[in-house]
């Protein structure tokens, strides 16, 4: 589609305006579904002394991004966030749990739980899902 002759380019004070068009999901994969995996890689490396290799694994990552993850190159934006809220942390908990019992996700019951916190976290630190009204 071409712009008309008299339209400004999207830059400067109209970015702010692209990033209204972000729908929640998009900031989600880009944003709070990182910073989740990196403290699920984190509670399974630390309070199940899994290895990175291990870890990376049961999570369908490379073991590379594992490191990414517990170095903060990757997923940092909303750890802290997330780590402030007890009840939050408290899914992580279970659901790094259900990922060392069951050596991953293995079935579609630990494949719902999952979704399913995801989703409950992400809706609690998602500022575009708040907006959006999603649940």
């Known amino acids: 589609m071409a712009r008309k002759k008299n339209s400004k380019p999207l830059n400067g004070s109209h970015k702010t305006e692209l990033l209204k ?3 929640p999901c998009e900031y989600a ?20 002394k899994l ?3 291990r ?9 590379a991004a594992v490191t ?3 170095s903060g190159e ?11 809220n007890q009840d939050l942390i408290k899914i ?3 659901v790094s749990a259900i990922i ?4 991953g996700i293995n079935s579609l019951e630990d494949y719902m739980r999952y979704k399913t916190s995801v989703c409950r976290i992400c809706s609690q630190v998602n500022v575009y899902a708040k907006m959006a009204g999603c649940h």
């Open 51 to 53: 290895t990175k290799y």
């Open 92 to 94: 992580i908990k279970e």
């Open 21 to 23: 068009l972000e729908l």
């Open 68 to 70: 990414y993850y517990l």
């Open 29 to 48: 994969g880009k944003v709070v579904i990182p910073s989740i995996r990196a403290l699920i890689v984190k509670t399974l490396v630390e309070d199940y």
């Open 74 to 84: 990757r997923g940092r934006k909303l750890i802290q966030e997330i780590e402030e």
């Open 55 to 63: 870890a990376a694994k049961m999570l369908g990552l490379t073991p």
């Open 100 to 103: 060392a019992k069951h050596n």
